[in-house]
C-alpha cells in the first residue's frame, strides 16, 4: 500500500480558504468514506481534526470541513487564523496509509 | 477521555532491538471499541504507520517492518508494547503509541517519544 498523495505546501492569508487534497486508490480512499486528517504542530503529537471523511470531532471549529470526490479526498480551511498553521495529514485503509503531509503557511 | 504514555529508552544501539510500552489510562485496553497501535515519525519527515493489535491480541503489521515488528498486549496492565529488532539509523524517529477506532481513526495519541538509533 502506497502513502497517499498531498501538496508539500499550501498558503493562505487570514480570513481565505484554502483546501488540502488528498489522492489514493479505489483501494484505499475511493473505497470508503473513512479518511481522517490530523493537524500537527512543531514538537506536538497529531490532533484528530475529521474523521469518516466529513465528520469534526467535539471541540473541534466548524471552519474545518471533509468531503471526497472519488480516489481524493480535500480538507477545507475556512476563515484562516493564525493557529491554523500547521502541517497536516491525511489517512486511509483502516488507519494503514498516510499522506506525505502538507505545510499550511498563514501569510 | 483516554490518555497514552509512551515509555522506554530513548538510545538504541545498532542492530540491537528497540522496545517500547505504551500504558493506557482513563479507559480499558480490552475494549471493543478501540485496536491499539504504534505511529513513527522521523525527524523532519511524515508518519508511517508500524503496526495495530486488538486486545484478543490479533495484529497488524506494516508490510515494510513486518519481519521485524511485534506487539503484543497485556491487559492485566493495560498496557500494550513494540519491538523493533535490528535497528538502523533509519529507525531514528518519535513513536508514538494511539487508539484506532474501528472507522480506522486514530483519535487519541500519546505525547510521542524520540529513540535515537546511535552507537
Known amino acids: 500500500q502506497s502513502a497517499l498523495t498531498q501538496p508539500a505546501s499550501v498558503s493562505g492569508s487570514p480570513g481565505q480558504s484554502i483546501t488540502i487534497s488528498c489522492t489514493g486508490t479505489?483501494?484505499?480512499?475511493?473505497?470508503?468514506?473513512?479518511v481522517s486528517w490530523y493537524q500537527q504542530h512543531p514538537g506536538k503529537a497529531p490532533k484528530l481534526m475529521i474523521y469518516?471523511?466529513?465528520k469534526r470531532p467535539s471541540g473541534v471549529s466548524n471552519r474545518f470541513s471533509g468531503s471526497k470526490s472519488g480516489n481524493t479526498a480535500s480538507l477545507t480551511i475556512s476563515g484562516l487564523q493564525a493557529e491554523d498553521e500547521a502541517d497536516y495529514y491525511c489517512?486511509?485503509?483502516?488507519?494503514?496509509?498516510f499522506g506525505g503531509g502538507t505545510k499550511l503557511t498563514v501569510l | 477521555q483516554l490518555q497514552l504514555q509512551e515509555s522506554g529508552p530513548g538510545l538504541v544501539k545498532p542492530s540491537e532491538t528497540l522496545s517500547l510500552t505504551c500504558t493506557v489510562s482513563?479507559?480499558?485496553?480490552?475494549?471493543?471499541?478501540?485496536?491499539w497501535g504504534w505511529i513513527r515519525q522521523p525527524p523532519g519527515k511524515g508518519l508511517e504507520w508500524i503496526g495495530s493489535?486488538?486486545?484478543?491480541?490479533?495484529?497488524y503489521y506494516n508490510p515494510s517492518l513486518k519481519s521485524r515488528v511485534t506487539i503484543s498486549v497485556d491487559t492485566s496492565k493495560n498496557q500494550f508494547s513494540l519491538k523493533l529488532s535490528s535497528v538502523t539509523a533509519a529507525d531514528t524517529a518519535v513513536y508514538y503509541c494511539?487508539?484506532?477506532?474501528?472507522?480506522?481513526?486514530?483519535?487519541?495519541w500519546g505525547q510521542g517519544t524520540l529513540v535515537t538509533v546511535s552507537s
Open positions: 494511539a487508539s484506532l477506532a474501528v472507522a480506522g481513526t486514530w483519535d487519541y
Open positions: 482513563g479507559g480499558s485496553i480490552s475494549s471493543s471499541s478501540y485496536y
Open positions: 493489535i486488538y486486545y484478543s491480541g490479533s495484529t
Open positions: 479505489s483501494s484505499d480512499v475511493g473505497s470508503y468514506n473513512l
Open positions: 469518516e471523511g466529513s
Open positions: 489517512c486511509s485503509y483502516a488507519g494503514r496509509v
